[in-house]
């Protein structure tokens, strides 16, 4: 069949055979296919949905685009632990030194910012020098000495899910719960490891917005990874307010930086050492979970995940003299103010997340570079009482659309003149 026959087939809502979507997905690598069809197809997919078995199909497509990896000679567990997105979400920073301090073992697969919410990978190359695409031999040898590696998608591991996660970033079709699993899944099962911590987000800096979608996509997400046969732990987490106090790329390193030295935000801080307990006890370094948290906890106090942290930007070329003397990177900074007196009853992430990439910290398009060194900083959280004319937030830039991004800013608080109730940092665990 043509390409575009398989796109009027999920189109008109038909479920699709597993021959048709590897087609489509063998196709699109060769470069057979262009952009603009799978785009069309990821259109369709996201109206009509994929149904389990298309979605474990579409995995297996994905992971048979390019390389698998696989360490026999680092004995034990390898385990993961991967974010659905968020806003100031660092927490792969932190948390995979402070794991692997506790003894587990992290070939992590990361990626860069996708529509309102940061990545990884743009945060740590906020470092100069740092460089998150290694060769295998590097890969092997970081993950033998630091416990653990932060790696960039190369053009050769699961390329299908790398040139897709780009084209969904621009075409309005990153909220899919198929697309999500076949995304996270094919990287997490090709990279390696043996075990998966998930922190799947939920509200409004999340994409998934309520509870029900966040349940549904752990189910598929949960699915796939028995059929892979890799242990799973999923913690849905409060994305309805920004995680920490930074939203930016080389802030959020730094915030992460000073959490590692027992500085760390309250909420950030719970929901690190929960995930890393997980990471522990999947890893069987720990039984039980409250022996888990106080090894993660003690990984801080002793300053032993903080020198794994600074011996792994080393090790993987960055200039630790950016995270030791911090620098002023920016030229213009800008403070919004409470508008009112009262309670912060909302703060939008979505809107703080977008505001974000108007002044520079992720992309609007595919091909934009961004601006390591603009950030904001939030200065309030929900429940917080304020007075008028207090500062909320601070930007932090170079350049970009100002105006906009202070705009959205202003949107995303609500102040209330009731207390609020706040979210809890972790909704449930599945
Ligand atoms: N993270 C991914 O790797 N893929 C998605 O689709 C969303 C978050």
């Known amino acids: ?50 149904d389990f078995e298309e979605t474990w199909q579409l995995t297996n497509a994905m992971i048979a685009s390019g390389i698998r990896f696989d360490f026999p000679e680092i004995e034990g567990i390898k385990v993961d632990k991967h974010s659905t997105g968020g806003v100031g979400d660092k927490v792969s920073l932190l948390l995979a030194p402070i794991a692997a301090a506790c003894g587990c073992k992290i070939p992590m ?54 040139r897709m996660y780009a084209l969904r970033d621009v075409t309005g079709t990153v909220e899919s719960i198929p697309l999500i699993t076949s995304s996270i899944m094919s990287k997490k099962i090709a990279e390696g490891s ?70 760390g935000d309250e909420r950030l801080m719970e929901l690190t050492y929960r995930l890393a307990g997980w990471m522990i006890v999947l890893s069987e370094k720990a039984a039980t979970m409250e022996e888990a948290v106080d090894m993660a906890k003690k990984a801080v106090a002793s300053g032993e995940a903080f020198k794994l942290f600074l011996q792994n930007i080393e090790h993987q070329d960055g200039d630790i003299d950016y995270v030791i003397n911090p620098k002023k990177l920016y030229k213009y900074s800008k403070t919004i103010y409470a508008q009112k007196n009262g309670y912060i009853e909302e703060i939008n992430s979505y809107d703080v997340g977008i505001a974000s990439i108007y002044i520079g910290c992720g992309r609007r398009t595919k091909e934009d570079t961004i601006d390591h060194y603009a950030g904001i900083e939030v200065l309030k959280k929900v429940g917080d009482s304020v007075v008028k004319d207090e500062p909320i937030f601070t930007l932090f830039y170079n350049e970009g659309d100002i105006e906009t991004a202070q705009k959205l800013l202003e949107k995303s608080i609500v102040i209330s003149d009731n207390k609020p109730k706040k979210n809890e940092i972790i909704y449930e665990e599945i």
């Open 109 to 162: 697969m990361s990626g860069r910012g996708l529509g309102h919410t940061g990545g990884t990978l743009d945060k740590l190359e906020s470092v100069p020098g740092y460089r998150v695409f290694l060769t295998e031999g590097e890969v092997r040898k970081i993950l033998a000495d630091d416990g653990y590696v932060m790696m960039g998608q190369t053009e050769d591991f699961v390329p299908a899910d790398k």
């Open 1 to 50: 069949m043509r390409a575009v026959d398989y796109i009027i087939k999920k189109r008109n809502g038909e479920k699709l055979q597993e021959q048709d979507i590897k087609e489509l997905i063998a196709g699109y690598v060769s470069g057979d296919i262009p952009d603009y069809q799978i785009s069309a197809f990821l259109m369709a997919v996201f109206f009509q949905g994929l």
């Open 194 to 263: 043996n075990a998966l911590v998930l922190d799947l987000k939920c509200g409004s800096g999340a994409f998934m917005k309520n509870i029900d979608d966040a349940k549904k996509l752990a189910e598929y997400i949960v699915g796939t990874a028995k059929a892979a046969g890799l242990k799973i732990k999923v913690v849905i987490s409060d994305m309805d307010q920004p995680l920490g106090r930074t939203i930016g790329n080389y802030n959020e390193l730094l915030e992460s930086a000073a959490a590692l030295q027992g500085n």
